[in-house]
């Protein structure tokens, strides 16, 4: 089966992704957890906060290097023009090998 794609349509959408990753990778997701360790003196809480700060901090590293494994495998379609599908399937799967 082939995948008949709008070329104009995934670079559009390639573009929106890039500049979308592009904006997240450059959130600063720390002052929220910084300012919340001190709330509870004489408790686990800071620590708490530094934990929660490095699971946030790894998941949108995640998302931003998701999206732009999405950028690469569309741009493919997109300057290809015509892309069989199983192809494209079998290119998603990249997603999946973050730590």
Known sequence: ???????EALRTFAAFATDTADA?????VSEPYAVS???LPGTEFAAVCA??????D???GNVCSRLREIVDITDG???DYVVTETDFVA???AMDQHA
Do not use: I, K, Y
Not at 2 to 7: A, C, G, I, N, Y
Not at 51 to 56: E, I, V
């Open 58 to 60: 790894q998941a949108l």
């Open 1 to 7: 089966m082939t995948l008949h794609v709008d070329p």
């Open 91 to 93: 290119a998603l799967p």
């Open 37 to 39: 360790q001190s709330a």
């Open 77 to 79: 379609a997109a300057n």
């Open 24 to 28: 997240m990778n450059d959130w600063d």
């Open 51 to 56: 934990r929660a700060f490095t699971a946030t």
